[in-house]
């Protein structure tokens, strides 16, 4: 990406990124929470990357494309367990700040 003002580019620490992360992500958590838009565009955009990235069924063999294969878990399952999974842990980290 080009600088075309010439501005100094910020300078970003693995923790200050980790930390925008973070943030990011709680604050998605609670857009899901309290909006079904949000919940229902987020679904949405998992199974659109969920299609864009499973490999194209072959001629001849049965399944669909974005369909996991017989001991697999795909790729929307995988972030739908770990969204609950962070769920949790911010749901702890609450928690332990209130006691």
């Given at each position: 990406m080009?600088?075309?003002l010439n501005l100094?580019?910020?300078?970003l620490t693995d923790d200050d990124f980790a930390r925008q992360l973070q943030q990011g992500i709680e604050q998605l958590m609670?857009?899901?929470?309290?909006?079904?838009?949000?919940?229902?565009?987020?679904?949405?955009?998992?199974k659109q990357m969920s299609e864009a990235t499973a490999?194209?069924?072959?001629?001849?063999?049965?399944?669909?494309v974005g369909q996991a294969?017989?001991?697999?878990?795909?790729f929307s399952e995988t972030l739908s367990r770990t969204?609950?999974?962070?769920?949790k842990s911010e749901t702890q980290a609450?928690?332990?700040r209130m006691e």
């Open positions: 080009t600088n075309p100094p580019e910020p300078v609670r857009e899901m929470e309290t909006s079904s838009t949000s919940r229902t565009d987020f679904e949405t955009l998992v490999p194209a069924s072959v001629p001849g063999v049965s399944g669909t294969g017989p001991g697999q878990v795909s969204m609950e999974r962070m769920q609450n928690s332990a």
